[in-house]
């Protein structure tokens, strides 16, 4: 065989990738066409980050998209209701988007479909049984129901457009319904895993293994495949396992069980529900999106559950302890989800009995840790007996694919190129080594960030022009861009704090009428920085006065000249950057 050689050639400081092995390219069946338009595959959102999967694949006057996601607001975006990506280049391109394709119902794959539909126009959206109907409630909450055609898919779909061919395979994953999506491009076939997991005694339906051995002997061009848990070694334990170790516990317990774990588990709690009843326990749910989720899975079927079942907060008094449970929100101690409010005693219809059975059926999310250590030991102090996820007590059980089985993707896809995808940069990292550990060239693996463009022609690939991708958070409706300055201003103030300048101007004599006034509001203490202060004043005074000697000055010229003179000399002797708030009294 072929040694193989690549050559690396950079043409307007872009990189290309160009593979010589001719053995190594027929052996993966990628015979290609002689194309002038390359396929062109980006993310607006997904890469870098563990939310809000936007990915993106263009050819010519065509685009498809595959999910759209949100990304919740971490604890330091006060006042941020969601965390969406920039649509601009969608709404720039939006002749050219065909279709809008779901791999599962998760709110990091189709959250961000509302905000989008208000943006940009989706033609059809294609989404398996649940996924579809969790989208058409939400549309419906948002009265965007009318807005676009929402259709279902299995495991035999296939979808044509002028230049793509697009077809469903089944995957595991923690909620029913769970695909992968291979696209077909005159430029070879790209294959985005969704989220994934090799489950062989799943819940849901099983893995599609047999079609993933044949689109590895037909050729994959490039994969995109989830990295969540590409730090992890091993496997993932199977969701069976804990579904038994969850109901041992049932068993035992003698008082009220109160379970938390995410409302997107949808087979978790599909299987919890069911024990519950067995046990001749009556439920209560708390949390709004565990109410919505059990209403869909009950409609669909998934749940086969009466209603007598689930009773009010009201009727749980005419019930004994060990006939109740609660399931509710706040795994990640969310200051205003169900469980926190149980914690500190400020629900208004539940708080803790000594003896009730308090169940974590979920591992804290990094940098939620303090929020869970916190809920737990204002349970513990009200008498409650805790059970979290540990090696020895296993109670929950990822929804993402460990390094073995990550080993086993690339083994059954051999992709010739591989795009990490779905994690944060260590992870994609991580992932990327995993990848040339097993089958992938190293030069073939491309660590992209949010907007970077993969070009592919001709069995060749680079990274081509980048596309705007910058996060939009939202407030409210608000899908201008302005919440975004607003959240970058509450950072800034939190960290560096404020410097307010106000100054007293005539603007017929274009005078400044006193010294300018410099208050600071958590950037320094203004006692112990009297040299500052008067530094600050000379400076300011400096700068209004070059201003005021134009012909025509203006305020914003003020305002900007204040800013840029003042910075610069608050960081070189505070190291801090805080923002300066410039304040004009004009005399008339």
């Known amino acids: 065989m072929e040694n193989v050689k690549n050559k690396v050639v950079n043409e307007n400081k872009q990189q290309v990738i160009t593979s010589k092995n001719k053995q190594n390219e027929a052996s993966g069946n990628l015979n290609h066409e002689k194309n002038k338009i390359p396929t062109k595959v980006f993310a607006l959102g997904g890469l870098e980050e563990v939310g809000k999967n936007t ?173 969540t848990n590409a730090e992890v070694e091993g496997y993932t334990p199977t969701e069976a396992k804990i579904i038994k170790n969850i109901a041992e516990i049932f068993v035992k317990s003698k008082g009220r ?58 009727d749980a008094k005419n019930y004994k302890d060990h006939e109740i449970l609660i399931i509710c929100t706040g795994s990640q101690g969310e200051p205003m989800a169900a469980l926190s409010r149980i914690a500190n005693n400020q629900h208004p219809h539940i708080s803790i009995i000594p003896g009730d059975t308090v169940i974590f059926s979920s591992s804290p999310i990094p940098g939620n840790r303090a929020d869970v250590e916190r809920v737990i030991n204002k349970l513990a102090r009200n008498g409650a007996i805790i059970l979290e996820n540990s090696p020895v007590n296993q109670l929950h059980a990822s929804g993402h694919a460990s390094q073995e089985e990550q080993k086993l993707l690339f083994t059954l896809l051999k992709p010739k190129f591989f795009m990490p995808m779905h994690g944060d940069y260590r992870m994609l990292k991580q992932h990327g080594e995993t990848a040339v550990s097993v089958n992938v060239e190293k030069e073939n693996v491309f660590l992209c960030a949010n907007g970077d463009q993969i070009n592919i022609l001709n069995g060749s690939a680079w990274i081509g022009k980048r596309v705007d991708a910058d996060a939009i958070y939202v407030d409210g409706k608000d899908l201008s861009g302005q919440t975004t300055a607003v959240v970058r201003d509450r950072e800034v103030l939190s960290k560096d704090g404020l410097i307010a300048v106000v100054i007293s101007i005539d603007s017929q004599t274009n005078k400044l009428l006193a010294p300018p006034r410099i208050i600071s509001r958590g950037s320094f203490y203004v ?53 300066i708030i410039p304040v004009i009294l004009n005399k008339k």
């Open 527 to 579: 006692k112990d920085s009297g040299n500052i202060i008067n530094e600050s004043i000379r400076i300011t005074q400096e700068a209004v006065n070059d201003v005021l000697q134009n012909q025509k000055p203006t305020f914003g010229a003020l305002k900007n000249a204040i800013k840029q003179s003042l910075s610069p000399f608050i960081y070189r002797y505070k190291k801090r950057n805080p923002l």
């Open 55 to 227: 990915y993106c694949i263009e050819y010519d006057e065509e685009l498809i998209m595959i999910d759209a996601g949100v990304k919740f607001p971490s604890s330091t975006m006060l006042g941020v209701d969601a965390v969406i990506p920039d649509y601009t280049y969608l709404k720039e391109n939006q002749k050219k988007l065909k279709a809008l394709f779901i791999t599962h119902g998760h709110e990091d794959h189709i959250g961000g479909i509302p905000y989008l539909l208000r943006e940009v126009s989706v033609p059809i959206i294609y989404a398996p049984r649940l996924a579809a109907a969790l989208i058409r409630d939400r549309l419906k909450e948002h009265k965007l129901e009318a807005t676009t055609i929402v259709k279902e898919i299995d495991n035999m779909s296939v979808i044509k457009t002028k230049n793509f061919k697009v077809n469903y395979f089944a995957v595991n994953h923690s909620i029913p319904d769970a695909f992968g999506v291979a696209v077909q491009t005159p430029n070879g076939k790209i294959v985005s895993t969704g989220d994934y997991k090799f489950d062989w005694t799943p819940l849901g339906h099983k893995t599609d293994i047999e079609r993933m051995v044949m689109m590895g002997q037909e050729g994959v061009t490039l994969l995109m495949a989830d990295s």
């Open 257 to 314: 069980i109160l379970i938390s774990t995410f409302a997107s588990n949808v087979h978790r709690i599909q299987h919890i529900v069911e024990i519950a009843n067995k046990c001749n326990r009556k439920i209560l749910v708390f949390g709004r999106s565990l109410d919505r989720i059990i209403k869909i899975i009950r409609q669909m079927g998934h749940l086969k559950i009466s209603d007598k079942a689930f009773i009010k907060a009201s």
